[in-house]
Structures are given as structure tokens and as C-alpha cells.
């Protein structure tokens, strides 16, 4: 039976622009998903539905949409005034323990409304569909609430909506201890665990579970509350761990099957070793590593080793990393982290799918997906993560629908 086509795009190029770069690809669509994909001199015989359109790619290189794995979008306020801070000697830590950090975005956020929020959001967004993303995930966390926190929640709902991009959402109502908790750590968790998380999930509002586990956030027994009261729920995890010190929050977090470990600058190898059993993806954070000044690289010797999928995010956020360059933090991981080119490449893509447990859906261009895919005026992939301050993307296709550029 012949195929039937809504749009077929051809003249394309993919591949990693070594021996397995691909001329003259053409790729078909319909209802949405990719309907076929290879070379245009292989293209069987097809139907033209009544909206039937080609386009013609004129060389430009094709790549799944990108994924943006681990983002905190929705938030109020700015934190500039810490950049300047640390600039002068102050650490992340030290502001944080001054009452700064987090807990001063949780007071902008409550004061906020949700069109305020959303307003904010929306060209954060906007800029990262403009560099070929097409699903993100977006954190709660600046709540600490449960009004707040479901507040940010359905404003990252009204994103996907609204917007052409693919959102899931993360609950992290765990992220820091709010002020009228100061000094009842166990109690929050309690009100976590047993208040606001079930009531968020019961609103269809959460899409994964997330937590803070370090000396600054929440321990490892408190983050193993938080992951009991997720599998209730039937919510898969994940987690902030290892990122100014070792406590111990891979080692539980694989144990829980988590989708990713994020961060991970002092993880040891007895924590990679636990990650490969679980199936847990290492999320590896360039620019907040780079906005930190921080000196201590992850181990991405030991995540090749033990064969640990590793991914990579911009963690766009208002402190830690004010970034909205998914095309510079593969340059950051490159430059700082010593990945390959194919390596950033693939943690933007398929391994960034597989941080959010939806390598199903994202991260590879095959029949049967969905039609989410960049196209890039570049001789070769390598151009994706070498240049800095300007993005070759030409167009970006969501659901075969054409929503920024044009082809």
C-alpha cells in the first residue's frame, strides 16, 4: 500500500559528518510523525493527502529536535545582584546561608501572578525553540508551597500549550527549606510528601518527581521520603546530587530506579557503578558549572568506563545559570567537560530523551515518531557546538508543522 504524505521535506543532509553523513535525504510526513525518512533516490511511491506541501531543504542538515532535559523556566524576580556577588568572592553556598539564592526567587515567585510568570517564561522559551529545541522540561521549585508550587506547575502546562514545544513538568517542591520552615527540615518533608505532592498529582499537574539532595538542601533520608511518597504515586524521580559535595544521593536515587542524576561533579566511581545498574542517565550541567566558577569536573571518564548515558542541559535558572543556549552549553561541555562533539550531540538528543524517560517519543528521527526535527545551515555537525553567539538553525518543524524559520 502506498504511503501517504502531508509534507515531504528533501535535499537534506544528516549524519555525524563522518563516513555516516547522508546526502540527498528526503523525509515524509503525516498526521504529525515522520512517515518515512532516507535517501531521496529510495522514496517509494506515494499519496499526496488534500494539504500536501514540499519543501525544499536546499542542503541543510536535519537533526531530531533537541531535548532540553533539566530546566527551571517559570520563575519571578532576578538574582543579578548575586552574580555581582560572586564576582566579588561570595559563594554559592555562603549567599545561599545569608538567605539568599532560592529562597530570594520563592519570594518574587509568590509575589507573582501566573500571567506574570507566564509572561516571563515565554520568551525563555521562545529562545530555546529558536535554537531547535522541541521538548523541555520545566521544574517547580521556587514555590515551596503547595498554592505557589501549583501556580508554576500550570503555568509550565500553559507553555506547552500555548507554545509549539513538547513541556513535561518536575515537581521539586524539595529544592530548598522556605523560611516560615527554618530550622523543621523534617517537617516540610513531612508536608511534602503527604500534602503537596499527592494534591499536585491529583491535579494532573506532574509529570516527575525531583529533589535537592546536598548539605546546603536536603538529606538522604529526607530525599528517600520524598522518593517513597513518588513510587506511591507511581511517579518516576530524579535528582540534584553530588554537586558541591558527596552525601550519598546517587547511590539512593539509582537505587530508586531514577531517571537521572543531575550535576554529579563529586561523584566517585561507586556511584557510576550504581548508575549503570539502575539504567539512571548522568545530566552533566556545563554553564552552571561554568556561572559557578566551579574547578571540580564530573567524571565523564568513568561514565564512558561503565557505559553511563550522559546528557546535558542548559539548567537555565535565575542564580546558578542564567543560560538560554542549548548551542553554547554543547561548547561548555566540549570546552570544560572534554566531550566529543558526537558526545554533546547525543546528550542534546537521544540521551537527554532517555533523562526524561521518553526516548520513545524524542531524540531520534525514525518512522513512527513524531515529526519535531531542526534544520541547520552548516557544512557539518561540528558546527553546532564550535561556534559561540549565533545559531545556524534555519527552521524548526514540531508535529511537521514549521514554527520558527522557514523552509
Wanted: charged share 20%; aromatic share 8%; hydrophobic share 45%.
Amino acid at each position: 500500500m502506498a504511503l501517504r504524505f502531508d509534507a515531504l521535506w528533501r535535499n537534506l543532509r544528516s549524519g555525524d559528518g563522518g563516513d555516516r553523513e547522508a546526502l540527498g535525504v528526503a523525509l515524509g510526513v503525516a498526521g504529525g510523525k515522520i512517515a518515512w525518512i532516507g535517501r531521496e533516490a529510495e522514496l517509494p511511491a506515494f499519496e499526496r493527502s488534500a494539504e500536501f506541501v514540499q519543501h525544499d531543504a536546499a542542503g541543510a542538515w536535519v537533526t531530531p529536535g533537541l531535548v532540553e532535559c533539566h530546566t527551571h523556566l517559570v520563575f519571578g524576580g532576578s538574582r543579578a545582584d548575586e552574580f555581582r556577588r560572586r564576582l566579588a568572592g561570595a559563594t554559592y553556598e555562603e549567599i545561599a546561608r545569608a538567605g539568599g539564592g532560592i529562597v530570594s526567587t520563592v519570594a518574587a515567585t509568590r509575589k507573582a501572578s501566573e500571567d506574570e510568570l507566564f509572561a516571563a517564561a515565554a520568551p525563555r522559551v521562545r529562545r530555546l525553540i529558536a535554537e531547535g529545541v522541541t521538548a523541555v522540561e520545566i521544574k517547580s521549585g521556587y514555590g515551596l508551597d503547595t498554592q505557589t508550587e501549583a501556580k508554576m506547575l500550570r503555568v509550565a502546562r500553559r507553555l506547552g500549550r500555548e507554545l509549539p514545544v513538547t513541556v513535561y513538568t518536575t515537581f521539586l517542591g524539595a529544592h530548598a527549606l522556605p523560611p516560615e520552615y527554618r530550622g523543621q527540615p523534617d517537617e516540610y518533608i513531612e508536608l511534602v510528601c503527604t500534602g503537596m505532592l499527592p494534591a499536585l498529582a491529583e491535579r494532573g499537574l506532574v509529570d516527575a518527581v525531583d529533589i535537592f539532595c546536598e548539605n546546603i538542601a536536603f538529606s538522604v533520608a529526607q530525599s528517600e521520603r520524598i522518593f517513597q511518597a513518588a513510587a506511591r504515586l507511581g511517579l518516576p524521580v530524579k535528582m540534584h546530587a553530588e554537586q558541591l559535595s558527596n552525601i550519598g544521593g546517587t547511590q539512593l536515587a539509582a537505587r530508586y530506579g531514577a531517571l537521572s542524576t543531575d550535576h554529579l561533579e563529586y561523584a566517585v566511581e561507586a556511584d557510576v557503578e550504581a548508575m549503570h545498574r539502575a539504567g539512571t542517565v548522568a545530566v552533566l550541567l556545563p554553564s552552571a558549572y561554568y556561572c559557578l566558577r566551579e574547578t571540580k569536573r564530573p567524571p565523564v571518564e568513568l561514565f564512558r568506563r561503565h557505559g553511563v548515558p550522559m546528557a546535558i542541559a542548559t539548567d537555565c535558572n535565575p542564580g546558578s545559570s542564567p543560560v538560554l543556549s542549548p548551542l553554547m552549553t554543547m561548547n561548555m561541555a566540549c570546552t570544560l567537560f572534554g566531550f566529543t562533539v558526537e558526545e554533546a550531540l547525543q546528550a542534546y538528543m537521544h540521551n537527554a530523551a532517555l533523562a526524561l524517560g521518553k526516548a520513545d517519543v524524542h531524540g531520534t528521527l525514525e518512522a513512527g515518531r513524531d515529526a519535531d526535527f531542526a534544520l541547520w545551515d552548516i557544512q557539518s555537525p561540528a558546527e553546532l557546538v564550535y561556534w559561540l553567539g549565533a545559531s545556524p538553525c534555519r527552521a524548526v518543524i514540531r508535529h511537521g508543522q514549521i514554527v520558527h524559520g522557514s523552509c
